[in-house]
């Protein structure tokens, strides 16, 4: 679980840094990102995001499956700009009685938003990388956001965890008794793993109400206080936004 929780060692200088200013400077780069017409600029911030995470220490492979979903999703949005947008034919074949045309504006359409897509999951992951999430909902909390998405979210970031050890538990069980030796079995075994899950969630969460409720819980958590903010690193902070957004501007 420790590895879950904290998969890099907190040795670099962004380790250090108030989460207040990485949220703001990290929020100011999607604005960017998500505004940018081309697909230079989101690129760019995402290869320096990626950088920053390897400099950071975390392993490659962990970044690239945080990373497979967001590719998957970018990969299949040039696709569908390539085949079914644009006017400017690019190739054309027919398979099976079915004219394929590809379009050139469509395929520049689609690797915009991919990039911006790119652009903007590698900031957030780098965030993610060089923030603990309760300093980040701690962080979330100074910029006014809902008191009650951040208790749900700090729940839910909390007993994730417990749920993986159970679930960890269910699945060596299954697979020391030969649960997933075929198709058929492990589909039935992966079920009952399901629901296991989903009744051990149930009995937490009313084994944890009560706990809370009698030591004192209100409907409250109280959160992280915050040191005051230092000059060097606002002022970094806002050094770094302004020489994005020159190159934003070209």
């Excluded at 700090?154 to 965890?161: I, V």
């Amino acid at each position: 679980m420790h590895q879950i929780v904290n998969p890099i060692p907190n040795t670099h200088f962004l380790a250090g840094v108030d989460p207040r200013v990485k949220l703001v400077s990290a929020l100011a780069l999607l604005v960017l990102v998500m505004s940018s017409r081309g697909g230079a600029f989101p690129l760019t911030v995402a290869g320096l995001s990626l950088g920053l995470c390897l400099w950071m220490g975390v392993p490659p492979r962990l970044f690239f499956v945080r990373f497979a979903e967001p590719i998957f999703i970018a990969a299949m949005v040039i696709v569908l700009k390539l085949l079914f947008s644009g006017h400017e034919a690019l190739f054309a074949f027919s398979c099976f009685g079915l004219e394929i045309v590809g379009h050139r504006d469509g395929l520049a359409a689609g690797v915009a938003i991919a990039s911006r897509i790119a652009g903007a999951v590698s900031v957030v992951a780098a965030v993610g990388f060089a923030t603990p999430f309760t300093d980040l909902m701690a962080a979330l909390s100074w910029l006014r956001v809902p008191r009650g998405f951040i208790e749900v979210a700090l729940f839910a970031w909390r007993y994730l965890f417990v749920l993986f050890d159970d679930a960890q538990v269910v699945y060596a069980a299954q697979k020391n008794r030969l649960g997933y030796a075929g198709l058929r079995r492990g589909l039935r075994s992966f079920g009952t793993l399901a629901g296991a899950l989903v009744i051990k969630a149930f009995d937490n969460s009313q084994t944890v109400t009560t706990a809370m409720v009698q030591r004192g819980y209100d409907g409250t958590l109280p959160l992280l206080r915050h040191r005051p903010l230092r000059a060097g690193e606002v002022a970094g902070s806002v050094a770094l936004v302004a020489v994005m957004g020159l190159l934003w501007r070209m």
